[in-house]
């Protein structure tokens, strides 16, 4: 039902910034909770920040805290996050995530909806 699209990933210098882009389609899109993640090989998916209907109730993990913002604009159905002060470390795939419901989980299992990903990869 829901379809989500990520756009914004690339190569980008440690110390820099990146804007990712999230479309949603196929769903009211303010009933959505929504979420990034990231994953690198080998490794497990890790919840990067999350807002809840509106756009008024985040939530970041702690390696995104004062670095990463996430952000909704209902009226073009798009999520964003903003990402500062890149580091080596914060090279993976981003997925954004839609959950049928109104409020924020900091669980992958939680979500309903996935993207494809977009790669960022920060050199050093």
């Known amino acids: 039902q829901v379809q989500l699209v990520e756009s914004g990933g690339g190569l980008v210098q440690a110390g820099g910034s990146l804007r990712l882009s999230c479309a949603a389609s196929?769903?009211?899109?303010?009933?959505?909770?929504m979420a990034w993640f990231r994953q690198v090989p080998g490794k497990a998916r890790e919840i990067v920040a999350a807002?809840?209907?509106?756009?008024?109730?985040?939530y970041y993990a702690n390696f995104a805290k004062g670095r990463f913002t996430i952000s909704r604009d209902n009226a073009k159905n798009t999520v964003y996050l903003q990402m500062n002060s890149l580091r080596a470390e914060d090279t993976a795939i981003y997925y954004c995530?839609?959950?049928?419901?109104?409020?924020?989980?900091?669980?992958?299992?939680?979500?309903?909806?996935w993207g494809r990903g977009t790669q960022v990869t920060v050199s050093s």
């Open positions: 196929g769903g009211t899109f303010s009933n959505y909770a």
């Open positions: 995530a839609a959950r049928n419901a109104l409020h924020w989980r900091a669980d992958d299992a939680a979500y309903n909806y």
């Open positions: 807002l809840n209907w509106s756009g008024g109730n985040t």
